[in-house]
């Protein structure tokens, strides 16, 4: 079955980097588009980066243009989030998506568990 690892989560200070990365384990199935998206407390769930297949369009959010960049390994299956000058804004839980619509919530059918970043200062 399916399902969708993630990894690279973590405590930082802010102007720190963590790397997040998400496998898709369990099936060769390819997704047209995966992405980040990321749930703060007392907030509603939202798009952080999505990247397309052959790396033809990726969005992000506003908040963090500049900062992260999203890539795939198509070999690996895998998709990686390069978030530097993080702030304490970038915490929440950051999960993993397949089956997007861009930064859409409400496109995504299958959701990784998720990993904490937390962003002091």
């Known amino acids: 079955e399916l399902q969708l690892v993630e990894s690279g989560g973590g405590s930082v200070q802010a102007g720190g980097s963590l790397n997040l990365s998400c496998a898709v384990s369990?099936?060769?199935?390819?997704?047209?588009?995966m992405g980040w998206f990321r749930q703060t407390p007392g907030k509603e769930r939202e798009g952080v980066a999505a990247?397309?297949?052959?790396?033809?369009?990726?969005y992000y959010s506003d908040s963090v243009k500049g900062r992260f960049t999203i890539s795939r390994d198509y070999a690996q299956n895998t998709v990686s989030l390069e978030m530097n000058d993080l702030r304490p804004e970038d915490t929440g839980m950051y999960y993993c998506?397949?089956?997007?619509?861009?930064?859409?919530?409400?496109?995504?059918?299958?959701w990784g568990q998720g990993t904490q970043v937390t962003v002091s200062s």
């Open positions: 998506a397949i089956e997007c619509d861009r930064l859409w919530p409400g496109a995504t059918t299958r």
């Open positions: 369990g099936s060769t199935y390819k997704p047209t588009c």
């Open positions: 990247a397309y297949v052959g790396g033809a369009r990726s």
